[in-house]
């Protein structure tokens, strides 16, 4: 299993009832991992972080085991409700999934939720394999329940995508209690929250001072003849004493990390990372002339260690940032002086093709972005696919910050411009599940104190999916799909909002999207635009593929500009100057290669696709100018 398929079969096995989170890597496959234990348990993505730890928060307030995951940043989202929600007593075990992205492989920074996670007087697990994430998982519910408060469950990019063995149990079967209705547990206002702060507090120091017995925290003591003949203490007999000179202290996969360098020291593992068994820790550094403690991003354990007295050097030997690979653990142990610096000949760089991120054949976000790029205007970006286009060639968007922050810089932006003299035109680009997920009060506020003649555009790229993700529905997939029972538009939404100027094009139709979102441009006020194209990929869409006549194009490269993944420059023999070329394997037919070729050079074959069979459009694209109650086709 991996890590995200090994925590869901924790929550499982615990007798979990309510799953709920909002897609983000590394963990959005965890719930669809849930999912599969349907209808034995509940399990939805809701509309955004806050929603899904308060879908959680309640299922708990009923006795219901319940758990919540979301990438780091997306706790920063759900902190509100979190931090109130910890001084509560728990009914039902709460489990709060964080997966954390050392290396910012799909993130917009490296967040530490271990900091988070402490600053919320919550417990905080750190599994290393997917056996772990599966067992701490479980062992997270019943901390949850035995001791009052919710616990996290960090699991890193590696953790929630690698594969190892599980042994799969029994689900545990459970009955709820009910709400139990006591307005002084969880009526958080004054004086009610005023006991809770010491009750929250109370939980805390009775963990820690229990923690020390548990074996998910123990000693790895090395033995001369090798790492694989160990002592694993657990707890650690007063009386030990090592014969080695340095301890590293450690936890999660670094763990597993560290032992295949084999080193000549004793570890100590640490299963939960908050609150520390800071009392065996103390005891056991006084038996060693060098600790050392190996984590990524903060160094979070160490400054624990260094508040309560303890001394140890962890971020002096080993960086900040990034994944700590076996390479970088052992280049900080020779620093530190526990290992000598190997004299061996390593493989030199591979020369490989590049793999640059792009658009997918076919995404509708494609031509928006080429004809902004044409108008030569500024665009404030968002979260999404569409976040592609801040990379060559586009090279399109100006900012991208977090999830729904585009609509907000952009008044911002637009204030700051028109009171310093500076005003000009700007346009916002939004998806719809980002919308949803954090954009409507961003745009109610655009209404607010709006300069009449600020020439501003949002443009809502609605493909009916949370694409980047793994095609998750959002609340317009219903307008796409008849598999979703929600069909919001988005149009009568911002009518009923107030916008005086909502326009809805279909980009497929380059010309008139073109012309459309000029005039927009043009327009003294503030104007929305939203497109209506679906995701190629989620919606499967394929129509009947493009080719170029080599006879006819004259190498002027517009369609290739377009950065459609199918279009590439070719030599045709007898033609001396290169060509484009199109893909028939790689091309869904959608037309926009066609549309920007100056001397019609391109075009569709016949009616019958690659294999002979009818070609057929899954999904159509809602008519322009018509919202889905309007009679847009589904």
Request: hydrophobic share 40%; net charge negative; charged share 20%.
């Amino acid at each position: 299993m991996t890590g995200n398929e090994a925590a869901a079969r924790g929550f499982y096995e615990a007798g979990g009832l309510v799953a709920s989170s909002y897609p983000g890597s590394p963990t959005v496959e965890l719930l669809e991992a849930v999912r599969a234990y349907s209808p034995e348990v509940y399990a939805e993505f809701s509309v955004n972080e806050k929603v899904a730890l308060e879908v959680g928060i309640g299922a708990s307030f009923t006795g219901a085991r319940a758990m919540v995951s979301m990438k780091h940043v997306g706790v920063n989202i759900a902190m509100d409700p979190l931090m109130t929600f910890t001084q509560t007593p728990i009914q039902g075990g709460f489990l709060l999934v964080s997966g954390e992205d050392p290396g910012m492989a799909s993130s917009q920074n490296e967040q530490d939720n271990r900091v988070l996670g402490k600053f919320a007087n919550m417990a905080i697990l750190d599994p290393g394999s997917s056996q772990e994430a599966k067992d701490f998982a479980k062992l997270g519910f019943s901390l949850s329940e035995d001791y009052g408060l919710p616990v996290m469950l960090r699991m890193t990019s590696r953790v929630c995508h690698s594969r190892g063995p599980v042994e799969e149990l029994e689900r545990e079967v459970r009955d709820i209690s009910g709400f139990s209705k006591i307005p002084e547990d969880f009526g958080m206002v004054p004086p009610n929250t005023f006991p809770k702060q010491f009750e929250m507090k109370k939980r805390i120091e009775r963990l820690t001072e229990d923690a020390s017995g548990w074996d998910i925290n123990f000693l790895e003591v090395w033995e001369e003849d090798g790492r694989n003949s160990v002592q694993r203490l657990a707890p650690i007999d007063p009386q030990f004493l090592s014969p080695h000179k340095t301890l590293i202290i450690t936890s999660g996969l670094l763990y597993y990390n560290l032992k295949e360098l084999e080193a000549p020291v004793d570890i100590y593992k640490l299963g939960m990372v908050y609150p520390l068994p800071i009392e065996a820790l103390r005891s056991l550094a006084e038996d060693y002339e060098q600790v050392l403690v190996l984590e990524e991003l903060t160094p979070f354990i160490e400054n624990e260690l260094k508040i309560h007295g303890i001394a140890c050097e962890g971020k002096k030997y080993f960086s900040f940032t990034g994944e700590l690979h076996t390479e970088l653990i052992e280049a900080g142990l020779v620093k530190a002086g526990v290992l000598k610096a190997a004299n061996y000949e390593t493989a030199g760089e591979v020369d490989t093709v590049a793999r640059i991120s792009m658009f997918c054949a076919g995404c509708p976000h494609r031509p928006v972005f080429d004809i902004l790029k044409k108008i030569k205007i500024s665009v404030i970006g968002d979260i999404g696919c569409y976040s592609l286009a801040v990379l060559e060639p586009l090279h399109m968007l100006n900012t991208i910050i977090s999830m729904g922050a585009t609509i907000g810089i952009m008044k911002g932006m637009s204030k700051a411009l028109s009171l310093s003299g500076k005003a000009e035109p700007l346009v916002s680009v939004i998806g719809d599940g980002t919308f949803f997920h954090s954009g409507m009060t961003g745009a109610l506020n655009l209404l607010h104190q709006l300069d009449p003649a600020a020439n501003l555009t949002l443009i809502i790229l609605n493909n009916g999916t949370t694409a980047m993700t793994g095609g998750q529905m959002t609340a317009t997939s219903g307008s796409y799909t008849k598999d979703w029972d929600m069909n919001t538009s988005i149009p009568e939404l911002l009518k009923a909002m107030g916008f005086p100027r909502v326009r809805v094009v279909d980009q497929f139709d380059y010309k008139g999207a073109k012309a459309a979102i000029e005039e927009e441009l043009k327009f003294e006020g503030l104007s929305i635009v939203m497109t209506t194209r679906p995701c190629a990929l989620n919606f499967k869409i394929r129509e009947p593929y493009f080719v170029v006549d080599p006879q006819i194009c004259i190498g002027c490269r517009s369609c290739v500009k377009t950065n459609c993944p199918p279009i590439v420059m070719k030599a045709y023999n007898g033609i001396e100057k290169l060509k484009s070329s199109i893909d028939p394997d790689l091309c869904v037919g959608c037309s926009v290669c066609s549309q920007v070729c100056p001397v019609s050079a391109i075009s569709r074959v016949g009616d019958k696709g690659r294999n002979g069979e009818k070609a057929s459009t899954l999904v159509e694209a809602l008519p322009a100018d018509k919202s889905p109650e309007e009679g847009g086709k589904r």
